[in-house]
Nanobody
Framework: VQLQASGGGLVQAGGSLRLSCVASGRTFSSVVMGWFRQAPGKEREFVVAWSGSSTYFADSVRGRFAISRDNTKNTVFLQMNRLKPEDTAVYYC?????????????????WGQGTLVTVSS
């Protein structure tokens, strides 16, 4: 599986961005997709995991972020609304073959290259 994340950019606080993650080599129906982020000077952290039938969000983004997919394009989207300066980070998509939602980075087998989101105050 190869993952390509895109859609990052600069946005003002309160604004929205939509990130995309295109997967090649395997369909989404058999993997768990996750988004993680790494803020400057901090460790990478969990954002959301999606299995097709279940979704789990980190407390920090629940109610503001949403995840969706387009099976025809093998793409998963992360819709980020009401962005805050603390959402500034490099966002990574990841795919896990374990079949169950998990927040553990070690459970994800493939990672995209990351896309930078900057939220100005």
């Amino acid at each position: 599986v190869q993952l390509q994340a895109s859609g990052g950019g600069l946005v003002q606080a309160g604004g929205s961005l939509r990130l995309s993650c295109v997967a090649s080599g395997r369909t989404f129906s058999s993997v768990v997709m996750g988004w993680f982020r790494q803020a400057p000077g901090k460790e990478r952290e969990f954002v959301v995991a999606w299995s097709g039938s279940s979704t789990y969000f980190a407390d920090s983004v629940r109610g503001r972020f949403a995840i969706s997919r387009d099976n025809t394009k093998n793409t998963v989207f992360l819709q980020m609304n009401r962005l805050k300066p603390e959402d500034t980070a490099v966002y990574y998509c990841a795919a896990g073959l374990g079949g169950r939602i998990t927040t553990a980075q070690a459970r994800y087998d493939y990672w995209g290259q990351g896309t930078l989101v900057t939220v100005s105050s």
